[in-house]
């Protein structure tokens, strides 16, 4: 089978789940978000833009509901036993067959909780589960409990992290070289993805963003393609995936020369960045980091230019995004606490003057400072 860790991983991972479910008083868990598919059993599928539905009992059974598209992939790549398929055809309704599978599991007037808050559960989808549970049992919103355990790294999920942010370095070390007067962008994507895959990595769980000249100052990925000018600014956010596990960088290389107002920004930009480090620590949260590179951000002038976030938890992710649910942004409670990968970005983008800046590495917690998971450092690159 294709599985990326051991059985005793697996174990640890599900005992640690029906803990929290037995805390919830959950007699189960209808589990629709891949990525929690993949941390319990390693079943690894794009046919989440389907109706499919982990079963997870409070005892620990699981029975996985899919498409027939997916049994073998189910076989081949994840630990689970139990896969039924649900049939294709006109106006077929997974749901009615979800719960007239959760009736064999006799759970009947049971307490289940439900990942609402996924990519692999539609509106449409959901609409029909909750009609299907309405009479079935008491459906409760379970969509946090996977995700906050997930959050916390073993040493082997660690070791894929740090894999994968070898491949984020292994990308940038391969785009420089074409970062230049007449470079051209398909030209920096295709190196950029191809150090990745030569590497033994994966797709990224979604597009890698490159935007030059006025497009430099967008955060999202768009089509279209454009060569570098002598003096021009190229904003990169990447990352290197290694069996779905993701350590996301981010820069904005200049050619030519650094104007002021690009030192200003950058100066901004690491001064933040080093302040987040310092707030990256045990005793404080999510929110505390945010209100870091808030403050620095202030102090330079720029809190009009900065974005309402900065970074979040990365780990084992599938489309449409890399992200994690937890973020670095303001009041977020979340206790920072060893054994997390985290991705900070300093993204300041100054409409006024088209000046992009950015700056961000994935870093891994410990008991003290977080360590970066790049052997890059933070200096302006100009090519």
């Known amino acids: 089978?294709?599985?990326?860790?051991?059985?005793?991983?697996?174990?640890?991972?599900?005992?640690?789940?029906?803990?929290?479910?037995?805390?919830?008083?959950?007699?189960?868990?209808?589990?629709?978000?891949?990525?929690?598919?993949?941390?319990?059993?390693?079943?690894?599928?794009?046919?989440?833009?389907?109706?499919?539905?982990?079963?997870?009992?409070?005892d620990g059974q699981m029975v996985l509901m899919t498409r027939s598209a997916d049994i073998r992939q189910a076989r081949q790549t994840s630990t689970l036993d139990n896969v039924v398929v649900w049939t294709d055809r006109d106006g077929a309704n997974p749901?009615?067959?979800?719960?007239?599978?959760?009736?064999?599991?006799?759970?009947?007037?049971?307490?289940?909780?439900?990942?609402?808050?996924?990519?692999?559960?539609?509106?449409?989808?959901?609409?029909l589960l909750d009609e299907e549970l309405k009479t079935f049992g008491t459906a409760e919103d379970a969509s946090a409990i996977i995700p906050r355990l997930r959050l916390f790294k073993s040493a082997a999920e660690i070791a894929?992290?740090?894999?994968?942010?070898?491949?984020?370095?292994?990308?940038l070390d391969a785009a420089l070289p074409l970062i230049k007067q007449g470079g051209d962008e398909g030209a920096i994507l295709a190196a950029m993805q191809g150090a990745v895959f030569i590497g033994g990595g994966d797709?990224?769980?979604?597009?890698?963003?490159?935007?030059?000249g006025a497009d430099a100052l967008l955060c999202r990925y768009k089509s279209g393609r454009r060569k570098l000018n002598k003096n021009d600014q190229l904003t990169l956010e990447w990352a290197?995936?290694?069996?779905?596990?993701?350590?996301?960088?981010?820069?904005?290389?200049?050619?030519?020369?650094a104007t002021k107002r690009h030192q200003e920004l950058y100066e901004a930009a690491y001064d933040a960045l080093v302040a987040c480090e310092e707030a990256m620590v045990p005793g404080n949260t999510f929110g505390d980091v945010f209100d870091a590179h808030a403050r620095i951000m202030e102090a330079h002038g720029l809190t009009r230019h900065r974005l309402n976030a900065c970074g979040y938890s990365v780990g084992a992710r599938f489309a449409?995004?890399?992200?994690?649910?937890?973020?670095?942004?303001?009041?977020?409670?979340?206790?920072?606490?060893?054994g997390m990968t985290l991705f900070a970005h300093m993204v300041v983008m100054d409409s006024d003057s088209g000046t992009a800046m950015t700056l961000g590495r994935t870093y891994l917690t410990s008991e003290g400072a977080p360590k970066p998971l790049s052997r890059h450092g933070l200096d302006l690159i100009v090519r």
Not at 203 to 212: H, K, L, M, R
Not at 320 to 338: C, T, V
Request: hydrophobic share 45%.
């Open 240 to 257: 290197g995936a290694f069996h779905h596990y993701h350590a996301p960088m981010m820069r904005t290389v200049l050619t030519g020369k």
């Open 160 to 171: 894929k992290a740090e894999k994968a942010a070898a491949l984020s370095d292994d990308a």
């Open 203 to 212: 797709y990224p769980a979604n597009e890698f963003v490159i935007g030059s």
């Open 95 to 127: 749901a009615a067959e979800l719960r007239n599978l959760l009736n064999d599991l006799d759970l009947l007037g049971c307490r289940i909780g439900v990942e609402y808050d996924t990519h692999g559960l539609t509106a449409k989808n959901g609409r």
């Open 320 to 338: 449409p995004s890399w992200m994690e649910p937890q973020m670095f942004l303001a009041g977020n409670p979340e206790p920072i606490a060893p």
């Open 1 to 58: 089978m294709a599985l990326h860790f051991d059985q005793t991983e697996f174990d640890a991972r599900r005992d640690r789940l029906t803990i929290e479910m037995a805390q919830r008083k959950l007699d189960a868990l209808l589990v629709f978000a891949q990525e929690s598919m993949y941390w319990l059993t390693g079943y690894d599928t794009f046919g989440f833009c389907f109706f499919q539905c982990l079963v997870v009992k409070a």
